[in-house]
């Protein structure tokens, strides 16, 4: 048989070990995704940076040799050339041909003079592709098993094509530069793994020990008087119970050891009540093994809806976008962590209830009238203690009732608070699957799933919703993107609201055409925004509150450009509150310009 101690221990560590390796897992993915992502957009700033330097030496040479050309001053083209290939180790040739596509001057790391002995016609994929450009422009091939761009550019002369220019760019440096990017990364990540797992195993450990102290602590005395119980079992009445405390157990132990000497008399006349006693034991047992099942079926759906969590948090990181989804992930786990927190109140309340349960009285009471069963008469009518007993029973039936209602108060709110992240995780699931291509959207459907999902957190804060939506057109827009910029507008000006009053924390969301476009407007009236920092507020990095990372604002702005929108910001100074207004095109003007 398993005892309560090594019960206790046991469950104990099972939870931390769960939670610890749960939060190490969660903190190694966000880790490794948030590396991939800045390596990837790296690569691209990295590759747009030399495509920008390509376009620009090609232009400014085909400007160059406009005059050179039309001279055929073919050895100062040579110069030019030759000069540009050796000044720069990322650019592996340069060419100069002529209308018939003949090479003037060939330079590389092999002929940096860009001498020819012989013309010939280039009929290579790149030279004709080449000869045919209007306008300068660029295209990847691979040369000799390198990745590279060629730019090229036709030059001009009074609209007369003279000849071309064209150069080779080796993107070598580039990979070399994020492959130590990526060495680096991996390093971090696998320090801050290991001082988290370093960490993790301190608390597991003196977690554990505090937990056998206080099962012993918890159990030590039931143990003695489970031996006591044994050794009166087996006819042994002469060895006294010695608990000295002053708790409930205390006093049941002393009046445990005065009815020890009675039993031996008056065992046989207990019998008969013992088995209507022992009926009301079992219903009790059975009612307390309906709540066990209940609170193991509230577990099983907590570690249920846990794992919808995580599945919906992995969907969300992989769907968001650039800085804003840190905002989205911290705006998910922020909801479901409060409603976690209420469940856990609730689970810690229903454990205290069970464990404090006065099933022990009812047994040790029952106890104390079998060791009276021969006289059980006069006990309960003339004994003091004996006259206590039907009080009691009904004090104690009371306190059973009290205990079962409170258990199924608990239960109830445990499964509106499991209901409740359920909505938060289906709302997020479905704008993270929402693929990144505009259409005819609803804004005020949108808005109003974003004030579904921040809803315990308005309520939370007691904030005044106020909404104002006119019948307007849809919008044009991704769906993701609009929800991430709605969902970010909403958390600001619910933060905004801290220091007003309970009873003033305002916020009017307007929904209204304006031309040919849709705005939403939010306002609130919270700390403000001073003058000076109007014309910063949508900046890279700049953030006026204590915690935050300043890419919130500024990823929304980056969003409505990507969707041929607008945003602004207005407030009157500190402690007028701010009003932020967001331009949609509409669907049916933007589907119009579009085709056009």
């Not at 440096?173 to 793994?193: D, G, W």
């Not at 009815?259 to 019998?271: A, G, P, S």
């Not at 099942?293 to 990181?317: C, F, H, M, P, Y």
């Not at 705005?519 to 920092?533: A, K, L, T």
Request: overall charge negative; charged content about 25%; proline content about 2%.
């Amino acid at each position: 048989m398993t005892s309560i101690r090594s019960t206790l221990i046991k469950r104990f560590t099972i939870i931390l070990i769960i939670t610890f390796i749960f939060l190490l897992s969660t903190i190694a993915y966000l880790n490794i995704e948030n590396s991939n992502a800045t390596l990837k957009n790296s690569e691209q700033q990295i590759r747009n940076a030399l495509i920008q330097k390509g376009s620009l030496l090609t232009f400014n040479n085909s400007q160059a040799l406009q005059g050179l050309a039309e001279d055929n001053a073919f050895s100062s083209i040579r110069e030019l050339v030759s000069k540009t290939v050796n000044h720069d180790d990322d650019i592996i040739y340069g060419i100069y041909m002529d209308n018939q596509r003949r090479a003037w001057t060939y330079a590389d790391k092999n002929n940096p003079e860009g001498n020819i002995d012989e013309l010939e016609e280039l009929k290579d994929d790149m030279a004709v592709w080449a000869s045919q450009l209007a306008i300068a422009n660029y295209r990847l091939h691979q040369i000799d098993g390198v990745e590279a761009y060629e730019f090229s550019a036709p030059i001009l002369v009074d609209e007369e094509r003279l000849g071309t220019i064209r150069y080779g760019i080796s993107t070598s440096a580039m990979k070399e530069t994020l492959n130590k990017a990526m060495v680096s990364s991996k390093r971090i990540i696998a320090q801050v793994l290991l001082i988290i797992l370093f960490l993790g195993l301190i608390t597991i450990l003196a977690s554990f020990f505090a937990t056998r102290r206080l099962a012993k602590k918890i159990t030590q005395p039931l143990d003695i008087l489970t031996e006591a119980t044994k050794r009166i079992s087996d006819g042994d009445y002469n060895s006294a119970v010695e608990i000295r405390t002053n708790n409930e157990i205390g006093i049941l132990s002393h009046s445990f050891d005065i009815m020890r000497v009675k039993t031996k008399d008056t065992l046989n006349q207990l019998l008969e009540k013992q088995k209507q006693l022992n009926e009301k034991n079992q219903a009790l047992v059975k009612t307390q093994g309906e709540l066990k099942d209940l609170n193991q079926n509230l577990e099983q759906k907590v570690l249920e809806r846990t794992a919808e969590l995580r599945e919906a948090q992995a969907k969300l990181v992989e769907s968001a976008r650039a800085a804003g989804v840190a905002e989205v992930a911290i705006n998910v786990l922020h909801n479901i962590g409060n409603v976690l927190n209420s469940v856990n109140v609730i689970n810690q309340t229903n454990f205290e209830i069970i464990k404090t349960s006065k099933m022990t009285a009812v047994q040790k009471t029952a106890e104390l009238m079998m060791d009276n069963i021969d006289q059980i008469g006069d006990y309960l009518s003339k004994d003091p203690r004996g006259k206590r007993i039907p009080e009691l029973f009904i004090k104690l039936g009371n306190v059973l009732k009290e205990e079962n209602h409170a258990l199924e108060e608990n239960t109830s709110r445990m499964l509106n608070s499991i209901s409740m992240m359920t909505n938060i995780i289906s709302t997020q699931q479905k704008y993270a699957k929402t693929d990144l291509l505009q259409e005819d959207i609803q804004l005020s459907i949108i808005l109003d799933e974003t004030i579904n999902t921040q809803a315990n957190l308005i309520e939370d804060h007691h904030v005044q919703l106020n909404r104002h939506y006119r019948e307007v057109p849809d919008i044009y827009a991704e769906k993701a993107k609009v929800y991430q910029i709605l969902n970010n507008l909403l958390m600001n000006a619910i933060q905004a609201l801290k220091a007003n009053d309970e009873s003033n924390r305002i916020i009017e969301l307007d929904i209204f055409p304006e031309d040919t476009n849709i705005v939403f407007e939010i306002s609130d009236n919270g700390v403000g925004i001073p003058e000076e920092q109007l014309t910063q507020i949508f900046h890279h990095g700049f953030t006026t509150k204590k915690s935050g990372h300043g890419f919130g604002l500024h990823s929304c702005a980056n969003l409505m450009a990507e969707m041929h929108g607008e945003i602004y910001v207005d407030s009157q100074g500190p402690g007028n509150g701010a009003c932020f207004k967001v331009v949609f095109p509409s669907a049916e003007y933007a589907n119009v310009e579009h085709a056009i």
